[in-house]
């Protein structure tokens, strides 16, 4: 009698699709370096000194708003940890982004806004000039004398009141002064070139 009910649900709220198709789908967060596999991190670091990370940009796939929960790390090891995160909207007159990667400096002193939460700017196709986007900004750093790693993180949204996740392939490294711990990340990684 459940399954009844449940076809004729879907056959009354949307007639010509499936019953997964029945609830309207909403905007899907995008990162726009999707498919580039890429690091950053620090040739050497100091426990607990924050450090900024911008650049990864996002778009929606279409017109609409998502409301972005949170950000968590992937599989991190070595005490590193997210202590922030922010959204900087950008309206495609500069293709520049706001945060340069490795500042040693925490989102509120920087004087960026952590309240902001939402992410309306829909991706620009790629051969537009104008490259509408949100720079998610986020603040790292790392706990003892270890090194810390994270294979990528996890963006945890809503969209349309549903639950959803952006998983974005950017490794962070941070190296202790011995770099034994990590020795192949940290000595043989070859995108790691900042320095504290």
Same mark, same amino acid.
């Given at each position: *009698?459940?399954?009844v009910?449940?076809?004729?649900?879907?056959?009354?709220?949307?007639?010509?699709?499936?019953?997964a198709?029945?609830?309207?789908a909403?905007?899907?967060?995008?990162w %726009?370096?999707?498919?580039?596999?890429?690091?950053? $991190? *620090?040739?050497?670091?100091? +426990?607990?000194?924050p450090?900024?990370?911008?650049? %990864?940009?996002?778009?929606? /796939?279409r017109? $609409?708003?998502?409301?972005?929960k949170?950000?968590?790390?992937?599989h991190?090891?070595? $005490?590193?940890?997210?202590e922030?995160?922010?959204?900087?909207?950008h309206? #495609?007159?500069?293709n @520049?982004?706001?945060i340069?990667? $490795?500042?040693s400096?925490t989102?509120?002193?920087?004087?960026?806004?952590?309240? /902001?939460?939402?992410?309306?700017q829909?991706?620009?196709?790629?051969?537009? +000039?104008?490259?509408?986007?949100?720079?998610?900004?986020?603040?790292l750093?790392?706990? #003892?004398?270890?090194?810390?790693?994270?294979?990528?993180?996890?963006?945890d949204?809503?969209?349309?009141?549903s @639950?959803?996740v %952006?998983h974005?392939?950017?490794s962070?490294?941070?190296?202790? /002064?011995?770099?034994?711990? *990590?020795?192949?990340?940290?000595?043989?990684?070859? /995108?790691?070139?900042?320095? +504290?």
């Amino acid at each position: *009698m459940g399954s009844v009910r449940t076809a004729l649900a879907c056959i009354a709220l949307i007639a010509a699709s499936g019953c997964a198709d029945a609830a309207p789908a909403g905007p899907k967060l995008q990162w %726009l370096g999707g498919g580039i596999i890429t690091g950053e $991190g *620090m040739s050497v670091s100091t +426990p607990g000194k924050p450090y900024l990370y911008g650049g %990864l940009r996002l778009c929606l /796939n279409r017109a $609409g708003s998502v409301t972005v929960k949170g950000v968590r790390l992937e599989h991190p090891q070595g $005490g590193i940890r997210l202590e922030a995160f922010t959204l900087l909207p950008h309206d #495609g007159s500069s293709n @520049d982004d706001t945060i340069g990667n $490795g500042e040693s400096i925490t989102i509120q002193r920087k004087g960026l806004p952590l309240e /902001n939460r939402q992410v309306t700017q829909v991706c620009s196709p790629e051969d537009s +000039p104008i490259q509408k986007r949100t720079e998610l900004v986020l603040q790292l750093s790392h706990s #003892g004398d270890a090194s810390g790693y994270t294979s990528g993180f996890v963006v945890d949204y809503v969209s349309d009141g549903s @639950d959803s996740v %952006l998983h974005i392939d950017v490794s962070y490294v941070f190296c202790s /002064n011995t770099k034994k711990d *990590m020795p192949d990340l940290c000595t043989a990684h070859k /995108n790691i070139d900042q320095t +504290p």
